[in-house]
């Protein structure tokens, strides 16, 4: 017994040492937020003040110590962050991670990210790029003072795997290759142009028009009316079966670096509105912006404000609102005199063109008759654990080539690649792909006064398109249009072009001065959802391709509803979860013939009380709302899963709800068989078929009792950390992954834009990564939430603090004022010039 309890005690001290040991390591990284530092670089002292959700409010003398110390706060709370994301905008993830890496490095380092940073840097405002510059002190100050697992947990363990990586410094080019990247994430149109060219290779070109319906004349654009355009006509041409190919092939290793970036989700977007006036209680207006990323953790957002206290004319810095970390400024917010919020424009950037590799000598190309020679320039990757990958990149006159060239025999994924297509490959024509201005807008708003300022720092937002809602304390509304779009020779840019012919061929960009905008509207209101900026065949053409307009519909009906609006009724429209799809769906559903079929019937009794009695909303608790979901998928899988290829199986989202409504008027549409069974079914079969279906579905899944199928028990809310959250190790997941506490509401299209593919499960993909209310009449009562928390650092207490509040769809106090920051403080960290020896 003696023995046993000295080998008892033992084990005891052994497991107390471990966790501590344990905690050590994962506090180790914790930021100091209190007290007194000395940073090298600094002119005058700098106050940190972090109040009780964890942000800082940062109060400097001079811009130079003020940009300084958000580069140091930044790194202090999200350095593994902002260092994984220079890696993925330099192509450099195979650094990190290995050969598992190399054919998104390959792809990604074809674009050309860094190269363009740097021309960037080179042309840039002396101004611009001394904040640039002031911001990296402030990271490098950081870094100088911690490095491993002290600065972040994830290095602990990148260290088992690549124990010679060293963080390097941080450098001007680096945020500028994040602006290229998130334009990527936000670029969507390739993958539509890829689509339809595949599919029209397999099906009737009229039976692909229907997956891709018009804007619905009944959802409002965000301005209209406009100008009657000339048609330029459908750029469509039969596609050789090589090209298409190589399309594939691009196609998939573009989703492979959508999987490694978060983006890329079909139907993925935002929500802004402003309200004038003459629409609040105040008689001043109120703005509201809730923005739609993929889910990660820690968010990829991060609040912080920024304060100068000296002179104003030397330092006109008082703004507070979401950043990047890893850039400067604020993207989204307010400074003392307007309010600012964005959404992703429904805009055409993006053209693929098909070149003609000349066979007898693949170095050449076609170009109108004559075979011309590829641009060649040589890329070497450093690979973690393996030798260095030397590779080629070829462009044309279109742009990089994006099929083939990058790609080996390996699998990807565990999925076989295309060989390299010999006949034809893909160039990508992206505006995205020329030095860009895009950060200086971002400052430009940060200190703009008025709607004149406000339109020339837009001027500058040339890629990563966004829809810009304006509002000043002057009681003024209004809405911008950004980014540079082409004009095309011919075409309307939604298939791919033939690139050896200059008959689709970029003939200019639209000018700033002929983009959409609007000011004080008399309707007083404006808001965007990623729907059409004008109507289609209108001036200025820039896109068809976008959200069909059903939140913004609802978003349009809800603000009519009252002429007394307040930051709650604001608040409540962020979190409306009326499905506006199932609207036209349902009432088909119901009138199915259900007699002899006991299963049926009862599905269809509980969706006409949904939509009775719930009013289509789809809350996490609510069982009809679940019902209705798992119908919804079962019926996109009935309709088009026997006939479309796999990876373009439909997604979900407001295509699709027009797509499928307007079939439910053609009862007998080919779409409705099922050409793997040898009867001829119609679409009520495969309405009958899908009810079915999902009853077993959430039998199986749920339980056999329908009053406990509750949405959010399968629409589960899961942020994963992008790197070693995904590593399919289970403590390692456990250490930094977080799970919604509640039942996550929600779902693609409607307001609450809680996105999932039903392709593959129910949990939720993407989401709102943030939401904000400003009031004009009084910013001090200013809202916001993000997903998660703003520490990167898993353990931390403001690492998950916010997830609570915003499942729920609560806002925390957007602090704006000295005195309401002190009054909220939890610390206040003091960052003072470095004694020098």
């Known amino acids: 017994m003696r023995w046993a ?55 400097a003398e001079n811009p130079h110590d003020l940009f300084f110390t958000q580069g140091y706060t930044h790194a202090q709370e999200r350095f593994w962050q902002m260092d994984f994301w220079r890696h993925i905008g330099s192509a450099r993830v195979s650094e990190l991670f290995g050969e598992s890496q190399l054919d998104a490095d390959r792809f990604l380092r074809s674009l050309g990210f860094a190269d363009l940073a740097r021309q960037e840097l080179e042309t840039m405002d002396q101004s611009l790029a001394d904040i640039l510059e002031w911001y990296s002190q402030g990271v490098n100050a950081y870094l100088a003072e911690r490095d491993g697992a002290s600065l ?93 190919q190589a399309l594939a092939d691009a196609g998939f290793v ?55 206290v000296g002179d104003a004319a030397d330092c006109p810095y008082q703004v507070v609102g ?21 959404t992703t424009e429904a805009v055409d950037t993006q053209d693929l063109y098909i070149e003609k590799v000349n066979p007898a000598n693949p170095g050449q190309y076609e170009a109108d008759g004559d075979w011309v020679d590829f641009e060649v320039r040589s890329e070497t990757l450093q690979v973690a654990g393996g030798d260095p990958v030397q590779y080629d990149v070829r462009s044309t006159r279109h742009g990089p080539v994006i099929s083939g060239t990058f790609l080996d025999e390996n699998e990807l994924d565990g999925t076989s690649v295309f060989e390299m297509p010999q006949d034809y490959v893909v160039a990508l024509a992206w505006q995205t792909l020329s030095p860009s201005t895009l950060v200086e807008a971002i400052i430009g708003l940060n200190t703009a ?77 404006i808001e965007t959802a990623n729907q059409l900026v004008n109507r289609e065949g209108t001036l200025p053409f820039i896109g068809v391709d976008g959200a069909r307009g059903y939140r913004a519909a609802r978003i349009e009906t809800l603000i009519e509803e009252s002429s007394s609006h307040t930051v709650e009724s604001m608040q409540d429209i962020q979190f409306d979860n009326r499905d506006g799809g199932a609207v036209s769906i349902i009432p088909y559903l119901i009138e199915v013939d259900s007699a002899g079929d006991e299963t049926i019937r009862p599905v269809q009794d509980r969706l006409d009380a949904w939509a009775r009695m719930e009013d289509l909303q789809v809350t996490g608790s609510s ?84 009053d406990d199928w509750m949405w959010g028990d399968l629409h589960v809310a899961r942020f994963e950390n992008q790197t070693f959250g995904q590593s399919g190790i289970g403590p390692i997941e456990w250490l930094f992954n977080r799970t919604a506490p509640t039942r996550v509401a929600g779902s693609e299209s409607i307001v609450n834009a809680v996105g999932w593919d039903t392709n593959e ?11 904000m209310v400003v009031d004009l009449s009084d910013l001090a009562s200013s809202t916001f939430i ?50 020098q020896d």
């Open 254 to 308: 573009a989703r492979s670096v959508w999987n490694l970036t978060g983006g890329g989700f079909e139907g993925i977007g935002s929500n802004n509105w402003v309200v004038a006036g003459s629409r609040t209680a105040s008689g001043l207006p109120l703005l509201a912006n809730d923005t739609h990323l993929g889910i990660q953790m820690p968010s990829i957002w991060f609040q912080n404000g920024l304060h100068c």
């Open 761 to 771: 499960s129910y949990s939720v993909d993407w989401l709102p990564a943030q939401r």
């Open 5 to 59: 309890k000295r080998i008892g005690f033992a084990l005891l001290v052994f497991v107390v040492g471990l966790a501590t040991f344990a905690a050590w390591t994962v506090r180790r990284s914790f930021p100091q937020t209190d007290g007194r530092v000395e940073a090298d670089g600094l002119f005058s002292p700098v106050e940190v003040v972090r109040d009780a959700w964890g942000v800082p409010h940062i109060y």
């Open 623 to 706: 069982s009809g709302a679940m019902l209705y979901q798992a119908v919804w998928r079962h019926l996109l899988a009935n309709t088009f899963h026997d006939e479309m290829p796999e990876e373009h199986w439909p997604e979900g989202g407001s295509r699709w709800f027009r797509v499928i409504r307007n079939l439910l008027e053609m009862p007998n549409d080919p779409w409705w068989d099922d050409v793997s069974t040898s009867q001829l079914e119609t679409r009520d079969d495969i309405l009958s078929a899908s009810m079915l279906d999902a009853h077993d579905e959430l039998v199986e899944l749920l339980g056999d009792e329908p």
């Open 786 to 835: 993000h997903t998660t928390g703003q520490s990167g650092h898993a353990f931390h207490p403001m690492y998950d603090n916010m997830l609570e509040a915003w499942t729920n769809g609560e806002q925390a106090p957007m602090n704006w004022t000295r005195d309401q920051v002190d009054a909220d403080a939890t610390s206040t960290l003091t960052l003072v010039p470095a004694v």
């Open 449 to 525: 006064r008025n709607h004149e300022d406000f339109r020339e720092a837009m001027s500058h937002w040339d890629i990563a398109a966004q829809n810009v809602i304006y509002a000043d304390i002057e009681g003024n509304i209004a809405y911008q249009a950004t980014g540079e779009v082409p004009t095309r020779a011919g075409g309307d840019g939604r298939y791919p072009a033939p690139g050896w012919t200059s008959e689709h061929e970029w003939t200019g960009l639209v000018p700033f001065e002929e983009m959409p905008w609007l000011l004080n509207p008399s309707d007083g209101f």
């Open 322 to 342: 979401f950043t990047f970390a890893g850039v400067p400024g604020v993207v989204i917010g307010h400074n003392e005199r307007i309010a600012w919020g964005v």
């Open 152 to 244: 972040s947990l994830e290095y602990a363990l990148l260290s088992l795997q690549n124990p010679d990586y060293d963080v390097e410094p941080w450098e001007p080019v680096h945020t500028l290759t994040w602006a290229k990247l998130m334009s990527w994430d936000l670029s969507g149109n390739m993958r539509d142009e890829i689509e339809r060219a595949v599919l029209s290779s397999v099906l009737p070109r009229e039976r692909v028009e229907q997956l891709y319906p018009p804007y619905p004349d009944e959802h409002p654009v965000i301005v209209e009316p406009g100008e009657s355009s000339a048609d330029n006509g459908s750029q469509f041409v039969e596609l050789p079966a090589g090209s298409v």
